[in-house]
């Protein structure tokens, strides 16, 4: 059908939506700008309840396990944070800089500037992101490209992407690493 979609899954898989964008539900909002500065302009007062050192530890030490079994090679540590903000969730979408933001009914706002997949004239591209910088520092690129530690692990999300996508194509190449 080739029909535009919206699809969302949540992380404890207990719950989904899936619907025609045309019949998107009102309270669900989203935007994809190509052409928007993901720039913070000002600074937006809130309050954040992260782990203790002690919770990140337990946890962290639980991932070092399952890669020292063999379970996993490669994790992403992340938790729930409860944010305190004067702002309403609408206010934040609003206020977001992004190329992909999200409003989902009354529940959160996400927003982010990474496209992660993208379906193309029935090719499949993918545009992993790893580490972070600063992109107004002079030669941010080659700084981090540079890097051994964020190198190896933009080495291990390619070849993890080329893997998984190997598994629904039949031809898959690194144009651009």
Not at 28 to 36: A, M, T, Y
Not at 41 to 62: D, M
Not at 123 to 150: C, F, H, R, S, V
């Amino acid at each position: 059908l080739k029909e535009p979609f919206f699809f969302m899954i949540s992380y404890d898989l207990n719950d989904y939506i899936i619907q025609p964008l045309k019949e998107l539900d009102k309270d669900i909002c989203f935007e994809i700008n190509d052409k928007v500065s993901s720039k913070i302009n000002e600074k937006i007062p809130l309050e954040k309840n992260a782990l203790t050192f002690k919770e990140y530890e337990e946890k962290f030490n639980i991932l070092q396990e399952n890669i020292k079994e063999g379970n996993t090679y490669l994790l992403n540590l992340t938790t729930p944070t409860e944010i305190k903000t004067d702002l309403s969730l609408e206010k934040i979408y609003q206020k977001a800089h992004a190329k992909f933001k999200l409003k989902f009914k009354d529940k959160f706002v996400c927003f982010s500037p990474e496209r992660f997949v993208e379906i193309k004239k029935d090719k499949i591209y993918t545009y992993p992101m790893k580490g972070t910088i600063d992109a107004q520092i002079p030669n941010a690129q080659a700084k981090i490209l540079g890097d051994t530690k964020e190198m190896a692990e933009h080495t291990m999300v390619v070849d993890l992407l080329r893997n998984d996508l190997g598994i629904v194509s039949s031809k898959v190449k690194v144009e651009k690493f």
